[in-house]
């Protein structure tokens, strides 16, 4: 925080400011290296059917064990979009996660993939590739994007979105209600699925109207038929109250947690027995 208050004022030096620009090229370098020697893992998180509770498919979530202890992708996303590794990370996530889903036939997979990378001009063909080069049927996948990219850059977000569309991939608008996004975003993009945000379903446990806002919402969306994910359902009653609300598909830690790759396998082989 230098001040420069004052003409010919000499510059304040601030060791602090120096110090957290350390830290932060000392993680950037840390991040480059965990993606290209796999320190980065995808984990799996099971989306189940609302009216079955079978397992329909599953979320892969971005798991960095560094280190010094795990980093938290809420910490490690917005460093790798700062620094220009976000496109490299993504293409390690889609490619690791297919490899995974590949074992796991009839099951839809979704990955998050950042406004950053959607606004690359040529995010789409690189996915198009990965997917021929892996042998992976595009209708299984489901790209999840926030609001954030259709403010900033709309253009962009929707020829990258049409093209992928065309191929059979299917797109869902993450963290719904808790940005700006609107119900006409859904319509005017073409999303397949809606996802509740996981402060949407946590305000059902305070007594208010949270319900009633969850039913709106779910409403409107039903309306424009887009079906919707509820995420971050820890409790029964919470399940219950989004499933009378008519929300098709469920997650969250009541139903199951994100897991290696290796855990999320043995899960499933449990349940098919
Ligand atoms: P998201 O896509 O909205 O993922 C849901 C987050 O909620 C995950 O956090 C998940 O572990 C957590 N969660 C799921 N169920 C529950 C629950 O019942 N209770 C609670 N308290 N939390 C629950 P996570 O894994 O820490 O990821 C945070 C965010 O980081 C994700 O939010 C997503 O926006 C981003 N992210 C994660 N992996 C990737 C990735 O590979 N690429 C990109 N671009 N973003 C990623
Ligand atoms: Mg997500
Ligand atoms: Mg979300
Ligand atoms: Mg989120």
């Not at 993504?90 to 074992?103: P, Q």
């Not at 995420?231 to 609300?245: D, H, K, M």
Request: charged share 20%; aromatic share 6%; net charge negative.
């Amino acid at each position: 925080r230098a001040k420069a208050n004052g003409r010919g004022r000499a510059v304040e030096y601030d060791p602090e400011l120096d110090r957290e620009r350390l830290r932060v090229a000392e993680m950037e370098a840390l991040l480059k290296s965990a993606i290209s020697n796999g320190a980065i893992e995808a984990f799996f998180q099971p989306l189940v059917s609302a009216t079955t509770g079978a397992v329909t498919g599953l979320e892969a979530l971005a798991r960095w064990r560094a280190p010094t202890g795990n980093i938290s992708p809420e910490i490690f996303i917005p460093l790798a979009e700062r620094c220009g590794l976000i496109d490299a990370l993504g293409v390690h996530m889609l490619k690791t996660s297919i490899e995974h889903a590949r074992n796991w036939p009839g099951l839809a997979l979704s990955v998050n993939v950042s406004p950053v990378q959607l606004c690359n001009p040529e995010f789409a063909a690189v996915v198009i590739s990965l997917l021929q080069e892996l042998d992976f049927d595009p209708k299984r996948l489901t790209l999840e994007i926030t609001e954030g990219v259709l403010m900033t850059n709309p253009e962009q977000a929707r020829r990258s979105i049409d093209h992928l569309k065309q191929v059979g991939i299917k797109f869902a608008l993450d963290d719904f209600g808790c940005g700006y996004a609107s119900i006409g975003a859904l319509r005017q993009f073409g999303f397949d699925r809606m996802k509740i945000d996981r402060s949407l379903v946590s305000a059902l446990d305070q007594a208010s109207n949270g319900a009633d806002v969850l039913r709106a919402t779910i409403s409107l969306a039903t309306a424009l038929q887009i079906p919707v994910t509820a995420e971050g359902i820890e409790n029964t009653r919470q399940a219950a109250i989004l499933r009378e609300a008519g929300c098709d598909q469920l997650q969250g830690y009541l139903i199951g947690k994100p897991m290696s790759a290796v855990d999320i396998s043995s899960k499933l082989q449990e349940h098919a027995a």
